[in-house]
């Protein structure tokens, strides 16, 4: 059984940091790809960050670069991003999800990031 389950979201005043966690379990990690997308009511969900379990290559959304870190630990299996200077515009659910080889993309249940005053 595939699993994805994220932690780590909350409350959080602008400018604040977090730190979420993706723990995954139920399938061969090497050389998938993982990542985050983030979704607020009403939109589409869209691209955060991504990374590759096989290498080091990082991608991540424009609207994040340089505030956002994505990393990996691949003896816990866990995926992390490090979310600094949040805006009120970071509000929204984020999803972990991972890309095995040959198979459909995977995600996890999600978690509420509100960033607010």
């Known amino acids: 059984e595939v699993q994805l389950v994220e932690s780590g979201g909350g409350m959080v005043q602008p400018g604040g940091s977090l730190r979420l966690s993706c723990a995954a379990s139920?399938?061969?990690?090497?050389?998938?790809?993982m990542g985050w997308f983030r979704q607020a009511p009403g939109k589409e969900r869209e691209f955060v960050a991504a990374?590759?379990?096989?290498?080091?290559?990082?991608y991540y959304a424009d609207s994040v670069k340089g505030r956002f870190t994505i990393s990996r630990d691949n003896a816990k299996n866990t995926v992390y991003l490090q979310m600094n200077s949040l805006k009120p515009e970071d509000t929204a659910v984020y999803y972990c999800?991972?890309?095995?080889?040959?198979?459909?993309?995977?995600w996890g249940q999600g978690t509420q990031v509100t960033v607010s005053s």
């Open positions: 139920g399938f061969t990690f090497s050389s998938t790809a």
């Open positions: 999800y991972a890309d095995p080889p040959a198979a459909t993309r995977v």
């Open positions: 990374i590759f379990w096989n290498g080091k290559s990082t």
